[in-house]
Structure formats: C-alpha cells, structure tokens
C-alpha cells in the first residue's frame, strides 16, 4: 500500500472490539472489505482509509446512534493507539497532550489532520478528513455520476448519499 492512506491494523481490531461490545456483528461490518477477514485485520499490518470508512458507514447504518463513535473511541485501551497514548499519557500539561497527539497521529492514521484553534475561552478542536483518490480510473458508481470521472475529487453533481464511491 505505498503512499496509501492507512490505519493501525491494532487500532482498528480494538474500535471492532467496542463496536461488538456495542452490539454489532464483527463479520457483518468486515464482510467483502479489502484487509479484513474473520471480522478482523491481520496482525501487525494496515488497513486502507477506504475500508474504515466503509466500515464506520456500515456501523452508523447498524447503529444509528449518534454517539456510537465517542462511545468506542472513549472506550480503547491506551495501547490501541501505540506510542501515540503514551506521549500523550505522559505529557506535562494538556496542551503538551494535544500538541503531541496532533503531530503523531499519523503513525496510528492517515485518514487525516487533527487541528486545534484558540476560541473565546477555550480552543476548538476539529479532524479534517482527507480525501481518498479512486485506486482504477473511472467512480465504481454509475449512480453517482453515470459516467466515468477521472482520478481525484468528485464532480459538484455527486449524489447526496456518499461524498466517496
């Protein structure tokens, strides 16, 4: 998977573990999703942004409990992050914690940036997605657009259903 973007294969079997502990189906959220098989991903390897995301899709369809993600995330072993939670975990100050989180992340996920912004009283904190380009030449979705695009983002007339094929 060179210069894919990728996820910690321990970090997600650990969100799976909490979407079960939810009450979902491990097989029914992985079945058919490149780098996943028997409900979970291979051991110290990776798994594609696309894959997660569809993965997260199939929970909220599942599940649509707005709060699911907060729930499992609230709910990962420190070690499911790797030496991201323990940067964080050992940092002097919050501040130090966030400042620390935001520059590594990547090393647990590529799916995108975690930023942080002074606010009035307090700092906002936001994730900026990144955008998947298409793996062959043409969207897999004739729904979408009914023709063929090109790599890269998709056309302003993209269907209200997914922003990615």
């Known amino acids: 998977m060179a210069n894919a973007l990728t996820i910690m294969a321990g970090w997600m079997n650990a969100a799976l573990d909490g979407l079960e502990r939810e009450g979902l189906d491990r097989a029914a959220l992985t079945q058919g999703l490149r780098g996943f098989e028997g409900g979970e991903a291979a051991r110290d390897s990776r798994v594609d942004v696309g894959s997660a995301r569809r993965l997260w899709r199939r929970a909220g369809r599942m599940k649509p409990d707005p709060l699911l993600g907060l729930k499992v995330g609230g709910a990962l072993p420190m070690q499911a992050s790797n030496v991201?939670?323990?940067?964080?975990?050992?940092?002097?100050?919050?501040?130090?914690?966030?400042?620390?989180?935001?520059?590594?992340?990547?090393?647990?996920?590529?799916?995108?940036?975690?930023?942080?912004?002074?606010?009035?009283?307090?700092?906002?904190?936001?994730?900026?997605?990144?955008?998947?380009?298409?793996?062959?030449?043409?969207?897999?979705?004739?729904?979408?657009?009914?023709?063929?695009?090109?790599?890269?983002?998709?056309s302003p007339r993209a269907c209200g259903r997914a922003r990615w094929c």
């Open 84 to 154: 991201v939670s323990v940067l964080t975990a050992h940092s002097a100050s919050v501040r130090q914690a966030l400042e620390m989180l935001m520059r590594y992340q990547t090393l647990v996920s590529a799916s995108g940036r975690y930023r942080a912004a002074p606010e009035a009283g307090g700092c906002g904190w936001s994730m900026n997605p990144r955008p998947i380009r298409w793996r062959s030449r043409a969207c897999r979705s004739s729904r979408c657009w009914g023709r063929s695009r090109p790599v890269g983002r998709p």
